[in-house]
């Protein structure tokens, strides 16, 4: 119940009891992350933690399951180069005080990612009556303005400084995100879990390997891929390549 409250930032009281005294939490925030094993993960999913709300609040990551492999086109060292300094230039953000405070400041959502929040409410957390989502569904409702937050100020990181709102682009990303998250919920929720996007998109990264070691570059396979009509995202994340590339491979060769 303690959990509960908090994902609702409300008021909670913390016994101390070195001291038998109470502290009062105002305005309570907290991270928890974790690892478990699908197999015993699914045996803890039980109707009475479901009825509660609790299971409703966690975001489930489940990769799919793939043999380790090296990577097709080497190790590339200037990418791991280019993580390094976006997490050191995130860290040299000072964040500003007022009376040694944090300024607490509240981001909106333009116009633009408004309309996109609200169509996306009317179409797939309102408008499909899936019975077995309707109470996983709605918790995302406040989550896609989470991760669209978080985004906004990784974006920021060009720039070096912090952001203003929350555009467009962060809210239709973090609505990706959550659309992941489902997908992962139905994996370890359901016996019978349907096929998810990132499912398909690992049984196409695989066939994407398996025409490389077949001696086929990389156009060909792309070009192989939309022949079968696949559609031009799930191409641009099985093969690593942007999307504009495979657009242009497309137009190219009027597939």
């Not at 492999?69 to 964040?95: M, V």
């Not at 985004?151 to 709102?165: D, N």
């Not at 879990?193 to 001696?215: C, H, V």
């Not at 093969?239 to 504009?244: G, L």
Request: glycine content about 4%.
């Amino acid at each position: 119940q303690r959990l509960l409250s908090i994902f609702s930032n409300q008021q909670i009281s913390y016994d101390r009891k070195s001291d038998d005294s109470s502290e009062l939490i105002l305005n309570p925030f907290l991270t928890l992350l974790g690892g478990i094993q699908p197999k015993v993960l699914k045996d803890l999913m039980t109707e009475s933690r479901k009825a509660n709300g609790f299971i409703s609040r966690l975001l489930f990551a489940y990769p799919i399951e793939e043999v380790r492999r090296a990577p097709i086109r080497g190790y590339n060292c200037k990418k791991e180069k280019a993580y390094e300094d976006y997490i050191l230039n995130f860290t040299s953000i000072e964040t500003p005080l007022i009376n040694n405070t944090v300024d607490t400041k509240v981001l909106p959502l333009n116009d633009k990612a408004k309309k996109v929040y609200e169509d996306w409410l009317n179409d797939y957390i309102y408008g499909e009556r899936d019975k077995d989502l309707i109470e996983y569904k709605a918790k995302l409702e406040g989550y896609a303005i989470r991760i669209g937050l978080i985004l906004a100020f990784a974006r920021s990181m060009e720039v070096k400084k912090i952001p203003t709102e929350i555009g467009e682009k962060d809210l239709i990303f973090a609505i990706e995100i959550c659309h992941y998250f489902v997908g992962s919920y139905k994996r370890v929720s359901f016996k019978d879990a349907p096929i998810t996007k990132e499912m398909k998109i690992e049984k196409l990264r695989k066939r994407a390997l398996k025409m490389y070691k077949d001696g086929k570059n990389h156009d060909e396979i792309i070009q192989k891929l939309l022949k079968e009509g696949v559609v031009n995202a799930h191409i641009a994340e099985a093969t690593e390549t942007p999307p504009s590339t495979v657009n242009l491979i497309k137009q190219r060769n009027k597939l």
